[in-house]
């Protein structure tokens, strides 16, 4: 389907409370484990999406508008939640990522953007030329797969103990496709 | 790890609250798409867990306790949804599901299991020998699996619209795994 930026909303107010109905209180053997050396787990992917909603989506955005292509976004910092995590609980990651997003949808709804203005573009670092429609469409899906990493990331804590139901669970098969 | 009831309990006390945070009054052009012919929007995948609750994993455990390997599982009705969920809507699915988990948790929390139980087997049609620890820790590998593919359908239908950051989203990338 195309880019619809309610449907995007609605989407993207979702994702704290589904992830906070998810994580909040579950024992740590499923949400601090990864995948194993360099990958993340539940943990270290709320963190990554707090540093997006501190740099990425609603700075670019603005960015966008008032700069159009003349000016290049800031690169992502993808390590970030390395330090910014550090020291806080899962809970507290997931109230400020709820604080975050609901401050950043409240900018959104005020700059009461229109058709037009989804079709300005913006410059990114590595991509190139992007428009403002395909950034606040990425912002949803960058939520989604970031759910769909962590699924994976808890289900693999079960690989052994599922024994011979591993051939049927297709989650246990998914490599992340990360680049 | 390796398979633990209560941290099993906890994940599949959580499921049904996650759904129902991320789905309920989504717009309809997230939960009722699909990945293309013969696959399942997050409206069939609802209606497949509730299939699961009926007729799979309390059932299986339950027959287990009582005779062990000496019968088989009934096999499981992957397209019961297609019946089951008719007119219903996606509220009424989610509400039903998180009712029917209620009370299959409760009545594993009745059976008070034991280490010595976890160890007990049965018969799957297909797999063969299984052991009650199997079937728990896939109870709840199952739900994970399934949050990981609709986290995917839903991405699938902002593919185009993402432009260049297609290239940055593993979850565009994955394929879903099933046999």
Known sequence: M??????????????????????????????????????WSAFDVVG???HGER????????????????HTFEPFDRCAQERESQGKSLGQLLDEFARLRL??????????????HLTLRGRHPALGVVSLSELL?????HDLT????????????YREAV????????VLRCAGHSS
Chains 1, 2 share one sequence.
């Not at 970031?146 to 994976?152: A, W």
């Not at 024994?163 to 297709?170: D, H, K, M, V």
């Open 2 to 39: 195309e880019h619809n930026l309610q449907n995007t909303i609605s989407l993207l107010t979702r994702t704290p409370a589904a992830l906070n109905a998810l994580l909040r209180d579950l024992p740590e053997a499923w949400t601090f484990r990864n995948e194993g050396e360099k990958t």
């Open 48 to 50: 990554h999406l707090i």
């Open 55 to 70: 740099t990425d989506w609603m700075p670019r955005a603005k960015m966008i508008l008032q700069f159009g292509e003349t």
């Open 103 to 116: 401050e950043n949808l409240g900018e959104l709804r005020a700059l009461n953007l229109q058709k037009e």
């Open 137 to 141: 469409a990425t912002w949803a899906a």
């Open 146 to 157: 970031h759910l769909h990493q962590i699924s994976r990331v808890m289900a693999h804590q």
């Open 163 to 170: 024994g011979p139901w591993s051939a049927y669970l297709g």
